[in-house]
């Protein structure tokens, strides 16, 4: 009933926004998504992480972006995915943003502490994060999603005039639904839930905080995570095809 829930807010909040200009065109443009965990906040098994990186492959496909220009990454990788490292990350980031050099698209999705983000057994420091995806994309327009507790801690390091940054709570609040019976994070479940209704990825950043609002006052989650969403000028008109 939540979801149901949930996805008539989204579509309402959707219909009501102002439509985004023509979509852009995103077929050349880098994709990394990778799964930095495979634990839950009690630290037992859970597939919480992969199952975004999986649905988030196929949902990035339905608006523009190819296949043959995503990379994937998983602590426990399968066909569809390269073992999760920061490394090995930053090489493939590189690697795929020189061969699709229009854009790039990250999408990070794991446990979060103070200082980073959990990256399989080791931190990625946001001024590291930074560094990674300045090599790699430089001043392209680029997405970039952290999805992690304490995630805000990102925005100031990836803001950019061409950049758009979404995380999934501010730098001092964590974030809800890491559990070993949760199929997603609140925050990946109505980033899901939320991209066939956007248009666009401003659209996207405020039609997720305002879903994740929701879901935690439905659930009692406290204090409230509240996402963080950085849209540069030149990123504004970043839109896409409503899916």
């Not at 990379?71 to 061969?99: C, E, N, Y």
């Not at 990836?158 to 709570?169: D, E, H, K, Q, S």
């Not at 879903?211 to 204090?223: D, F, H, I, M, N």
Request: charged share 15%; proline share 7%; aromatic share 10%.
């Amino acid at each position: 009933m939540t979801r149901i829930l949930l996805a008539l807010w989204l579509a309402l909040a959707a219909f009501l926004a102002p439509s985004a200009a023509l979509a852009a065109d995103y077929s050349r443009w880098a994709v990394a998504i990778v799964a930095g965990d495979d634990h839950a906040h009690d630290g037992g098994y859970s597939a919480v992480f992969d199952n975004a990186r999986k649905q988030l492959a196929t949902a990035f496909g339905k608006i523009g972006f190819s296949p043959a220009n995503m990379i994937q990454f998983s602590v426990d990788p399968d066909a569809a995915s390269h073992k999760t490292a920061i490394g090995g990350f930053a090489d493939g980031l590189w690697d795929l943003s020189a061969r699709a050099p229009d854009g790039c698209l990250i999408y990070f999705t794991s446990h979060g502490t103070p200082g980073g983000i959990v990256v399989d057994q080791s931190i990625l420091p946001p001024e590291q994060m930074a560094t990674i995806v300045n090599n790699a994309c430089g001043q392209k327009p680029s997405v970039i999603v952290m999805s992690a507790c304490f995630s805000g801690q990102f925005v100031p390091a990836l803001a950019g005039a061409n950049r758009v940054v979404i995380t999934a709570a501010r730098p001092d609040r964590t974030s809800f639904g890491c559990g070993s019976l949760d199929r997603y994070t609140y925050f990946d479940d109505c980033f899901l839930s939320a991209l066939p209704m956007a248009d666009g990825f401003a659209l996207l950043g405020r039609l997720v905080q305002e879903c994740v609002a929701v879901r935690e006052k439905q659930t009692g989650a406290s204090p409230p995570s509240d996402p963080q969403v950085s849209v540069g000028p030149g990123a504004a008109g970043l839109s896409f095809p409503r899916s």
